[in-house]
């Protein structure tokens, strides 16, 4: 694996609702890092696998070597295999550590475990030279191995969908965020609050949206960016795809274009 000079930054796309686009924005934020040229790692970090097929694998429980087979050697102190030897390589550009079922099984493996919260991180810190960014697609719900990806990330984007009940998540995360950064030595920053399937049109978006900015204005940034609604995001699903890749002039498409330039600005 060629090695650069510095080491990845962990960006965590996370939401505790979900259906609120973290899949689809962490496959697109990936792909289109790759386009750009970085050398990207995707871990999923869910055991809906939806990442996984996104990137084109299909039987996802086949898969020998998953993110809970490694974090499983790291938590029994086994040697880890070769990152070559599991990484997928996926024909988008993007490197892909596979999830499955079995990551359902990690809150209880982690279950009486010194330091447990920093497994992901001990992980992590293998393959970190090789990359120049690690995006995680991350569970819907707060546990310890979400706090694992909370201590070991530099940076949290966090998609919401313009609906009253998305920002319920919303709100839960960033007062977990609060409690987690007072227990870490480098402060994890958050890149901003990603507006998902918005719908310019109708009053509850529009509600929503300004309630968000209003709330958020001079403490968390707000992407400018807003990914419209688009029923092209879960038909390109059907063919393992990103939008981005589907159809890379759709709205939604173009706007997930305009959020990465975004994210490299604030860089």
């Known amino acids: 694996m060629t090695q650069n000079p510095k080491s990845a930054k962990v960006i965590s796309v996370q939401n505790e609702k979900g259906g609120v686009g973290k899949t689809s924005t962490a496959t697109a934020l990936s792909y289109l890092l790759a386009k750009r040229g970085e050398k990207v790692l995707l871990i999923d970090f869910d055991g809906q696998s939806h990442a996984?097929?996104?990137?084109?694998?299909?039987?996802?429980?086949?898969?020998?070597?998953?993110i809970s087979t490694l974090l499983n050697k790291v938590i029994t102190g086994e040697p880890l295999p070769e990152p070559e030897s599991y990484i997928i390589h996926c024909e988008n550009g993007v490197d892909l550590i596979p999830s499955n079922s079995m990551l359902f099984m990690l809150e209880r493996n982690l279950a009486g475990v010194d330091f447990r919260e920093y497994k992901l991180q001990e992980y992590i810190s293998t393959i970190k030279e090789g990359y120049d960014k690690i995006i995680i697609d991350c569970m819907p719900q707060l546990?310890?191995?979400?706090?694992?990806?909370?201590?070991?990330?530099?940076?949290?984007?966090?998609?919401?969908q313009a609906e009253l009940l998305s920002t319920q998540g919303l709100a839960e995360l960033l007062k977990h965020y609060n409690a987690i950064n007072q227990n870490r030595r480098a402060k994890l920053q958050i890149e901003g609050i990603l507006i998902t399937m918005d719908s310019e049109r109708t009053l509850v978006s529009a509600h929503v949206k300004n309630m968000i900015e209003t709330a958020f204005d001079g403490k968390v940034n707000v992407f400018k960016t807003r990914i419209p609604r688009s029923i092209k995001v879960?038909?390109?699903?059907?063919?393992?795809?990103?939008?981005?890749?589907?159809?890379?002039?759709?709205?939604?498409?173009?706007?997930?274009?305009?959020?990465?330039?975004?994210?490299?600005?604030?860089?």
């Open 52 to 66: 996984t097929m996104l990137c084109g694998v299909k039987n996802s429980n086949q898969i020998e070597v998953t």
């Open 143 to 160: 546990g310890t191995p979400m706090i694992n990806v909370m201590m070991c990330a530099d940076s949290i984007v966090i998609p919401t």
């Open 234 to 267: 879960a038909e390109a699903s059907l063919y393992q795809k990103t939008i981005c890749e589907y159809l890379p002039n759709n709205p939604a498409a173009i706007a997930y274009e305009n959020f990465v330039e975004e994210v490299l600005s604030s860089a």
